[in-house]
T-cell receptor, first 114, second 114 residues
Framework: EPEVTQTPSHQVTQMGQEVILRCVPISNHLYFYWYRQILGQKVEFLVS????????KSEIFDDQFSVERPDGSNFTLKIRSTKLEDSAMYFC????????????FGPGTRLTVL | AQSVSQHNHHVILSEAASLELGCNYSYGGTVNLFWYVQYPGQHLQLLLKYFSGDPLVKGIKGFEAEFIKSKFSFNLRKPSVQWSDTAEYFC????????????FGQGTTLQVKP
């Protein structure tokens, strides 16, 4: 069964450094998402991406964040200058097309900012 | 604001006990409702979903949920839990007015004692 994959599984970085989190969505899916979960808190929506552009973003998704689908298979989340409060589990998800389709989640990347 | 609340943060049950986890969502028009499960060390997986039709939906592993529109609720039930049901359970909603982003509740940790 096709799966969403994410790399790395764990990323440790220093405050102020740039990080890129990578995701490979399921191949025939058209909608892509990033969510995050700070330890002990709820899963929060960051951004949705469709047709090579951002379709919606949350308040969390400020100028420090960007997303890209550089080659038709990868979907990346970049944080330009990480802060301590960016430490969280970041989940990528994708869904086929219809609004009623299920979103499939990757295993997550645990980002630790020191 | 669009939001989801789960009433139980941590539930401890013995095997064979019945389970009901509460979930309420805020009004925001037409909704699609989901329950996801996250087993220890694994990624979020869909348990069941409701889009339309019969308000009682059945999912995997013997779980079911009932959509009660008048109460804005979508409670998850299982008649007899097993030790393997130990996991974190997330209720989530998409509203027809948005891009399919999932709005999550804070999650319920279920611990089943053998």
């Amino acid at each position: 069964e096709p799966e969403v994959t994410q790399t790395p599984s764990h990323q440790v970085t220093q405050m102020g450094q740039e990080v890129i989190l990578r995701c490979v969505p399921i191949s025939n899916h058209l909608y892509f998402y990033w969510y995050r979960q700070i330890l002990g808190q709820k899963v929060e929506f960051l951004v949705s991406f469709y047709n090579n552009e951002i379709s919606e973003k949350s308040e969390i998704f400020d100028d420090q964040f960007s997303v890209e689908r550089p080659d038709g298979s990868n979907f990346t989340l970049k944080i330009r200058s990480t802060k301590l409060e960016d430490s969280a589990m970041y989940f990528c998800a994708s869904r086929p097309q219809a609004h009623t389709d299920t979103q499939y989640f990757g295993p997550g990347t645990r980002l630790t900012v020191l | 604001a669009q939001s989801v609340s789960q009433h139980n943060h941590h539930v401890i049950l013995s095997e064979a006990a019945s389970l009901e986890l509460g979930c309420n969502y805020s009004y925001g028009g037409t909704v699609n409702l989901f329950w996801y499960v996250q087993y220890p060390g694994q990624h979020l997986q869909l348990l069941l979903k409701y889009f339309s039709g019969d308000p009682l939906v059945k999912g995997i592993k013997g779980f079911e949920a009932e959509f009660i529109k008048s109460k804005f609720s979508f409670n998850l039930r299982k008649p007899s839990v097993q030790w393997s049901d130990t996991a974190e359970y997330f209720c989530a909603v998409t509203y027809s007015s948005n891009t399919g982003k999932l709005i999550f509740g804070q999650g319920t940790t279920l611990q089943v004692k053998p």
